[in-house]
């Protein structure tokens, strides 16, 4: 008298939810495929970029500047040194540069003991070209530090550039 009806399931409503089951895998499925990262192309070597002594370079680098330069010294995640180095290339010229390349270089006070050529402005999903007459902010880190270096003393130039 108050027991209640136990309920079947029919054959639709396994239908039904298999299908929706279908569609919701189906949906995250393709949300992961749409999210995941593409994968990276190898780096081109990069061709014809200005360095000192070509008369475009001598001509175009007197309108570039190196604005707002830090050097830190830091640790990595191993507990090695790293120096970082940070700054903004201002393009006060009529022309696009798409690859901007500077020279770190590393003194014990006055004694040279160390220098590397970075590309902070590189052709690249990430990296836009510094428009004329703009702007643009960088960030490097070097972790292979010379041994004999007592981190005295860092410089950052300009070592070479390319037009687009």
């Known amino acids: 008298m108050f027991e209640t009806p136990t309920g079947r399931r029919t054959g639709l409503f396994w239908k ?35 360095h000192q002594g070509d008369p475009d370079y001598d001509w175009y680098r007197e309108h570039l500047d190196l604005k707002n330069q830090r050097k830190q010294m830091a640790k990595n995640m191993a507990g090695n040194r790293m120096a970082i180095f940070s700054g903004v290339v201002e393009n006060n010229g009529e022309k696009t540069l798409d690859v901007v390349e500077v020279k770190l270089a590393f003194f014990n006070y006055d004694k040279y003991v160390w220098h590397t050529v970075r590309t902070p402005v590189r052709p690249g999903r990430y990296s836009p070209p510094v428009n004329s007459l ?14 004999g270096w007592l981190a005295i003393h860092a410089e950052m130039d300009i070592h070479g550039f390319r037009f687009k």
């Open 134 to 147: 703009s702007q643009r902010g960088f960030t490097l880190s070097v972790q292979d530090i010379p041994e």
């Open 16 to 50: 039904v939810m298999l299908g929706v089951g279908f569609a919701v895998g189906a949906a995250a499925a393709a949300t992961i495929a749409f999210y995941e990262p593409q994968p990276e192309e190898p780096a081109k070597p990069l061709t014809g970029i200005l």
